[in-house]
């Protein structure tokens, strides 16, 4: 019962951070115009009759779309890891439709507010534009899930995955942290080889190399103690993998 109460809890908290990130991080800054245009409409006393066919509609819908197209690439390159370029065309590729109509319901709109296009046709184009822009905030939400259901699946790591995908993953996490400690050890010889600014106060310079000296052996010492852990265990993964004998760690005789 308690397990259940933490997993609804966890479960809330997550819709919830999902729910403000998609209205405030994304969704607010595309419909800010829409929102200061209704107030003044609302204050000056005018009324709402050709709200929707503004042309603000299809500006935040495109601003959407192209944030959707950027968090697509975000999804299937940094957090899927999945950098396949027909995976990651089919997805972009299924959004530029969208992104198309929008700026194509832009242009009839400016041309209808120009007078080059009649205004009989107003309500189609409303509901176009009201459309575009819901499927886009639809789509973004869509994509925000996603991208915390796979966040989820990485970071737990669940058994119904294939071992070799895993495996897969934690190769690409390790890719990482090696690029990251080649910088680190490029940095350190460059520290050490070159002559920097000196502080305006020798004194307090002194004391701040020195606490920062004393972080970085921290660091450093923590970094030893995980390499030596992760070395442990992946030779116990490597001694248990296929084809493998537990004792030997070599290739048993009915594998070859």
Not at 25 to 50: C, E, N, Q, W
Not at 84 to 91: A, F, H, V
Not at 186 to 205: I, Q, R, V
Request: proline fraction near 4%.
């Amino acid at each position: 019962m308690k397990a259940s109460k933490e997993a609804v809890f966890e479960r809330t908290g997550q819709v919830f951070r999902m729910a403000t990130r998609w209205l405030v991080s994304d969704l607010l800054y595309a419909i800010l115009p829409l929102i200061v245009i209704a107030t003044l409409t609302d204050l000056l006393g005018r009324g709402f009759k050709d709200f929707l066919l503004l042309k603000e509609w299809s500006f935040a819908s495109i601003v959407l779309y192209g944030t959707a197209i950027r968090k697509t690439i975000k999804l299937k390159t940094q957090i899927q890891r999945i950098p396949r370029s027909e995976t990651l065309d089919l997805s972009v590729q299924g959004v530029i439709p969208l992104l198309v109509g929008s700026v194509l319901v832009l242009a009839v709109v400016v041309l209808m507010e120009f007078g080059i296009l009649p205004k009989g046709a107003t309500r189609p184009v409303a509901v176009a534009q009201l459309m575009f822009f819901l499927m886009a905030s639809v789509l973004i939400l869509v994509l925000l899930w996603a991208e915390e259901l796979a966040l989820e699946r990485t970071n737990s790591l669940p058994t119904d995955l294939p071992k070799g995908w895993v495996m897969k993953r934690v190769n690409y996490d390790l890719e990482d942290v090696s690029r990251g400690l080649l910088y680190v050890v490029w940095a350190f010889e460059k520290l050490h080889d070159h002559a920097y600014t000196a502080d305006s106060d020798p004194g307090w310079g002194r004391l701040l190399e020195h606490e920062r000296v004393n972080e970085l052996e921290n660091c450093v010492s923590q970094i030893e103690r995980l390499t030596q852990t992760m070395r442990q265990k992946f030779e116990s993964l490597r001694l248990s993998g296929p084809g493998t004998t537990p004792e030997t760690g070599r290739i048993a005789d009915g594998a070859q």
